[in-house]
């Protein structure tokens, strides 16, 4: 074996074999895979195969399209089958909400460029006449690209061109150690010896999370056992193979809980398993003694599936059971990949917790190696980042999500929805206070955080639709209430950081695109990458001349910690410190919100003593050290308490009794989106710039230094000096459209006289305007205040409208009240 390479691939399963293609075909060659028995020995050799389109998100679906068309190519430059068949996949909906879904989902599809079409029950039957017509049927969608790919197959092919164009492949090579060397290689120790490497990538499959033991990483995927079985010969799928007929299209109806392929001449059926008979397997690390191997096949765990599937497709119990494979692979809590930097390592890159590698291998592997070698993936990853998940994410609370996740993988999901299991976990000192006020919550990293306040504890109940729901009236209180008086939201989970040093305040300039604030000030500022693209958004809070205080999202606190540890300068000159678990937040909002506070502190909150965007530290009530920032995402007059977390369940208190309301996530969603406020992963992302997002005034390419104006550097402006000089960019404007029992969500396609020119990236009802918002990506010439347009929502067309700034107090006069 080699001693060394610039790029090493741990595990040869097909996810393996993709980074490793995926590396020469972006022209590193000098790349070697490492794999501890045979290619294809773990969970690749016994995956069902099947390429799958359908997720309500427009990068994973970019993603999953990506993966069926670079095997297409591989397909072309082996001149021989990878088994790739794109027999297309048409799923059958039997309720409202299924139908809802895929109503909802369509426009998400045709913005993202993946072919699919709705479908009548009676298209459905002669689509695929196997299925027993029910009076249920509300419709299906049919993805015509869609299919399977034979994954032993396609993971040679993908190794063969690898190799062809220089890589290196060694089998029955087990690495057994890592050691990250003084200068920032890795030493890689395998039973056949050493090898360096400049990029190390785990591949590893069932075996992530003992390998990553190795590291310190503690990754939140757990391998579940999942299974299918194979029939024997259908005589009518044998005889229109004889004619030359098409396949049918695979087949998935929620009645049943699994899918149907044919299987040359046969019918695969893959059932999901409900939650209350998943198996999990190797939780900590998998048996010395398990290979190439299967596990005992389980008919008990999906009886129930069979049974039902028999109704639905009679042919399906005419012929006898040929095959049963079951075996493992990993899964994760939200069902997505950990694909990117690992955290806390310096060129060490994940693959790992892939549920169905050879759905996710081609994609993962191409934007892997192209962010590897470019520096850049080259769209915006967040939604697969390993590092979305923070230290809550135990072993024991990643088996009970992982359990949930897959056992309601059939069922029809709404964005944003609430799943039980595992909470709550991580509490404030207020939740039961708010609990008692009838809080009705939701998670943001690992913290219960109120979603909207019903009458009573016992109407606290969860309740999720595509349409007009019952609380929808109460969150609309909530929203008047906070916007005509005040409101309180509970927001502690936010990410809190403090930076400090000598060096504090040079090193945050070159970072952040916008200058810093003054003393006593605070600016939103965004943290760009090499491409202009918005990789973080914080407020910067100054309290000396180097010493700031940092704030931003909750759910991104992993990855905001050790996207700033990798720049940190390493002679010691600044300190970051993450206080997030220490600090409590508890915000403000309305026009009554001065009176109501002043008489809980001693500081003056005059216009004149505590202007808008500023900061002081006081006492509020009983609480000492709290930081008082003048600022308020609702858009109104307020300001936002951040204390040490023993006070949080005393301040509540105070306000309480103070007799102010609190409200809930969605009531500030709705606002913000009345202010076009952006949101992190929605208009502030990696792969859209300021400008594209009208966040010019927050980017500061000069400044005054001694009375004369001088250059600022700071990382992404040179892509951002070539976009403005170029020019030719979508803009994000704001749209008014009709409220009609369904909303418009995020995704979704906007259209000129029926042609797809951009997308939502954020929308929903504006409970104080009465009608639907969105921010939309749309040409520039576009962009004009009253300019007309529409947005695909619910698969209808609905008219919308360019507003000018936003729908509420487009000038801030309430916040600067």
Same mark, same amino acid.
């Given at each position: 074996?080699?001693?060394?390479?610039?790029?090493?691939?741990?595990?040869?399963?097909?996810?393996?074999?993709?980074?490793?293609?995926?590396?020469?075909?972006?022209?590193?060659?000098?790349?070697?895979?490492?794999?501890?028995?045979?290619?294809?020995?773990?969970?690749?050799?016994?995956?069902?195969?099947?390429?799958?389109?359908?997720?309500?998100?427009?990068?994973?679906?970019?993603?999953?399209?990506?993966?069926?068309?670079?095997?297409?190519?591989?397909?072309?430059?082996?001149?021989?089958?990878?088994?790739?068949?794109?027999?297309?996949?048409?799923?059958?909906?039997?309720?409202?909400?299924?139908?809802?879904?895929?109503?909802?989902?369509?426009?998400?599809?045709?913005?993202?460029?993946?072919?699919?079409?709705?479908?009548?029950?009676?298209?459905?039957?002669?689509?695929?006449?196997?299925?027993?017509?029910?009076?249920?049927?509300?419709?299906?969608?049919?993805?015509?690209?869609?299919?399977?790919?034979?994954?032993?197959?396609?993971?040679?092919?993908?190794?063969?061109?690898?190799?062809?164009?220089?890589?290196?492949?060694?089998?029955?090579?087990?690495?057994?150690?890592?050691?990250?060397?003084?200068?920032?290689?890795?030493?890689?120790?395998?039973?056949?010896?050493?090898?360096?490497?400049?990029?190390?990538?785990?591949?590893?499959?069932?075996?992530?999370?003992?390998?990553?033991?190795?590291?310190?990483?503690?990754?939140?995927?757990?391998?579940?056992?999942?299974?299918?079985?194979?029939?024997?010969?259908?005589?009518?799928?044998?005889?229109?193979?004889?004619?030359?007929?098409?396949?049918?299209?695979?087949?998935?109806?929620?009645?049943?809980?699994?899918?149907?392929?044919?299987?040359?001449?046969?019918?695969?059926?893959?059932?999901?398993?409900?939650?209350?008979?998943?198996?999990?397997?190797?939780?900590?690390?998998?048996?010395?003694?398990?290979?190439?191997?299967?596990?005992?096949?389980?008919?008990?765990?999906?009886?129930?599936?069979?049974?039902?599937?028999?109704?639905?497709?009679?042919?399906?119990?005419?012929?006898?059971?040929?095959?049963?494979?079951?075996?493992?692979?990993?899964?994760?809590?939200?069902?997505?990949?950990?694909?990117?930097?690992?955290?806390?390592?310096?060129?060490?890159?994940?693959?790992?917790?892939?549920?169905?590698?050879?759905?996710?291998?081609?994609?993962?592997?191409?934007?892997?190696?192209?962010?590897?070698?470019?520096?850049?993936?080259?769209?915006?990853?967040?939604?697969?980042?390993?590092?979305?998940?923070?230290?809550?994410?135990?072993?024991?609370?990643?088996?009970?999500?992982?359990?949930?996740?897959?056992?309601?993988?059939?069922?029809?999901?709404?964005?944003?929805?609430?799943?039980?299991?595992?909470?709550?976990?991580?509490?404030?000192?207020?939740?039961?206070?708010?609990?008692?006020?009838?809080?009705?919550?939701?998670?943001?990293?690992?913290?219960?955080?109120?979603?909207?306040?019903?009458?009573?504890?016992?109407?606290?109940?969860?309740?999720?639709?595509?349409?007009?729901?019952?609380?929808?009236?109460?969150?609309?209180?909530?929203?008047?209430?906070?916007?005509?008086?005040?409101?309180?939201?509970?927001?502690?989970?936010?990410?809190?950081?403090?930076?400090?040093?000598?060096?504090?305040?040079?090193?945050?300039?070159?970072?952040?695109?916008?200058?810093?604030?003054?003393?006593?000030?605070?600016?939103?500022?965004?943290?760009?990458?090499?491409?202009?693209?918005?990789?973080?958004?914080?407020?910067?809070?100054?309290?000396?001349?180097?010493?700031?205080?940092?704030?931003?999202?909750?759910?991104?606190?992993?990855?905001?910690?050790?996207?700033?540890?990798?720049?940190?300068?390493?002679?010691?000159?600044?300190?970051?410190?993450?206080?997030?678990?220490?600090?409590?937040?508890?915000?403000?909002?309305?026009?009554?919100?001065?009176?109501?506070?002043?008489?809980?502190?001693?500081?003056?909150?005059?216009?004149?003593? =505590?202007?808008?965007? #500023?900061?002081?530290?006081? /006492?509020?009530? $009983? !609480?000492? *050290?709290?930081?008082?920032? @003048? %600022?308020?995402?609702?858009?109104?007059?307020?300001?936002?308490?951040?204390?040490?977390?023993?006070?949080?369940?005393?301040?509540?208190?105070?306000?309480?009794?103070?007799?102010?309301?609190?409200?809930?996530?969605?009531?500030?969603?709705?606002?913000?989106?009345?202010?076009?406020?952006?949101?992190?992963?929605?208009?502030?992302?990696?792969?859209?710039?300021?400008?594209?997002?009208?966040?010019?005034?927050?980017?500061?390419?000069?400044?005054?230094?001694?009375?004369?104006?001088?250059?600022?550097?700071?990382?992404?402006?040179?892509?951002?000096?070539?976009?403005?000089?170029?020019?030719?960019?979508?803009?994000?404007?704001?749209?008014?459209?009709? =409220?009609?029992?369904? #909303?418009?969500?995020?995704? /979704?396609?906007? $259209? !000129?006289? *029926?042609?797809?020119?951009? @997308? %939502?990236?954020?929308?929903?009802?504006?409970?104080?305007?009465?009608?639907?918002?969105?921010?939309?990506?749309?040409?520039?010439?576009?962009?004009?205040?009253?300019?007309?347009?529409?947005?695909?929502?619910?698969?209808?067309?609905?008219?919308?409208?360019?507003?000018?700034?936003?729908?509420?107090?487009?000038?801030?006069?309430?916040?600067?009240?």
């Amino acid at each position: 074996m080699q001693s060394h390479a610039k790029v090493v691939v741990v595990g040869g399963g097909c996810v393996g074999a993709s980074i490793l293609y995926g590396l020469t075909e972006h022209g590193c060659s000098d790349a070697v895979m490492l794999e501890r028995t045979t290619l294809t020995s773990g969970s690749t050799w016994h995956a069902a195969g099947l390429l799958v389109t359908f997720v309500r998100s427009y990068n994973v679906s970019k993603m999953t399209m990506e993966t069926i068309r670079i095997y297409s190519e591989v397909e072309k430059k082996m001149g021989a089958s990878v088994g790739l068949r794109k027999v297309g996949q048409l799923r059958v909906a039997n309720t409202e909400k299924r139908w809802d879904e895929f109503q909802s989902y369509v426009s998400i599809a045709e913005a993202a460029g993946v072919p699919c079409q709705l479908l009548t029950p009676e298209e459905i039957a002669e689509v695929h006449p196997l299925l027993n017509q029910s009076p249920d049927i509300r419709g299906g969608i049919l993805h015509t690209e869609d299919g399977y790919v034979n994954p032993a197959d396609i993971t040679m092919a993908l190794a063969k061109l690898a190799r062809d164009a220089g890589a290196k492949v060694y089998q029955n090579t087990e690495a057994q150690a890592y050691e990250k060397l003084d200068n920032g290689h890795w030493k890689v120790t395998t039973n056949q010896g050493e090898i360096t490497c400049e990029h190390l990538i785990f591949a590893t499959g069932n075996y992530a999370r003992e390998n990553a033991r190795r590291v310190g990483l503690d990754l939140p995927c757990i391998p579940i056992v999942h299974q299918y079985w194979t029939t024997e010969t259908v005589p009518l799928l044998k005889e229109r193979r004889a004619q030359g007929l098409s396949e049918f299209p695979i087949l998935r109806d929620e009645d049943y809980g699994a899918y149907l392929r044919e299987d040359v001449g046969g019918i695969q059926f893959g059932p999901y398993e409900f939650t209350k008979d998943l198996k999990l397997f190797a939780e900590d690390c998998v048996p010395p003694e398990f290979g190439a191997d299967l596990l005992p096949e389980d008919f008990d765990a999906v009886e129930t599936q069979w049974e039902r599937a028999i109704e639905r497709v009679p042919t399906l119990g005419e012929v006898g059971i040929k095959a049963n494979t079951r075996g493992p692979f990993q899964m994760t809590p939200d069902e997505l990949p950990l694909a990117g930097p690992a955290p806390g390592h310096e060129n060490l890159w994940l693959a790992e917790g892939m549920p169905g590698g050879i759905l996710w291998g081609g994609t993962v592997g191409n934007r892997l190696a192209k962010w590897i070698v470019d520096g850049n993936p080259g769209m915006d990853m967040s939604e697969l980042d390993p590092r979305r998940f923070s230290d809550y994410a135990s072993k024991r609370w990643t088996m009970d999500k992982v359990r949930e996740t897959w056992g309601t993988h059939m069922d029809a999901h709404v964005p944003g929805e609430d799943f039980p299991e595992a909470r709550p976990m991580k509490t404030v000192g207020s939740y039961d206070l708010l609990t008692a006020q009838g809080a009705v919550w939701t998670s943001f990293n690992g913290y219960e955080f109120p979603r909207w306040f019903t009458k009573s504890p016992e109407e606290a109940i969860p309740e999720h639709s595509f349409r007009r729901t019952n609380h929808m009236e109460l969150v609309q209180e909530e929203v008047r209430t906070t916007r005509e008086e005040a409101g309180f939201i509970e927001m502690s989970p936010m990410t809190k950081f403090v930076v400090r040093g000598p060096g504090a305040a040079r090193w945050l300039d070159s970072i952040m695109a916008n200058k810093l604030p003054k003393l006593g000030r605070m600016t939103l500022s965004l943290m760009l990458n090499d491409k202009g693209g918005m990789d973080a958004e914080y407020t910067i809070v100054r309290y000396a001349e180097d010493d700031f205080y940092l704030i931003s999202t909750p759910n991104w606190r992993a990855y905001n910690w050790d996207q700033l540890q990798r720049v940190l300068p390493r002679d010691g000159s600044v300190v970051i410190e993450d206080i997030s678990e220490q600090l409590g937040v508890i915000a403000l909002a309305g026009p009554k919100a001065r009176e109501i506070l002043q008489p809980l502190t001693d500081n003056d909150l005059s216009n004149e003593a =505590f202007p808008w965007l #500023s900061a002081q530290m006081g /006492e509020v009530g $009983y !609480a000492k *050290g709290v930081h008082l920032l @003048r %600022v308020s995402y609702t858009g109104e007059l307020g300001w936002e308490l951040h204390h040490p977390i023993g006070y949080n369940r005393h301040l509540v208190d105070l306000l309480l009794k103070a007799g102010v309301k609190p409200f809930g996530l969605e009531a500030l969603e709705s606002m913000r989106l009345e202010k076009s406020y952006r949101a992190i992963n929605r208009e502030i992302c990696k792969d859209l710039t300021p400008y594209e997002v009208d966040l010019d005034r927050f980017v500061a390419m000069t400044e005054k230094i001694g009375g004369q104006v001088a250059e600022r550097e700071f990382v992404g402006k040179a892509a951002l000096l070539k976009q403005r000089e170029e020019g030719n960019y979508n803009r994000l404007v704001t749209l008014k459209l009709p =409220f009609c029992d369904t #909303s418009v969500m995020f995704d /979704e396609g906007v $259209y !000129a006289d *029926g042609k797809l020119i951009g @997308r %939502v990236t954020s929308g929903g009802f504006s409970y104080y305007c009465n009608h639907d918002i969105a921010m939309a990506l749309v040409p520039q010439d576009m962009t004009a205040s009253g300019t007309k347009m529409q947005v695909m929502v619910h698969n209808e067309l609905r008219e919308a409208e360019v507003i000018n700034v936003c729908a509420v107090d487009p000038t801030s006069a309430r916040a600067r009240a």
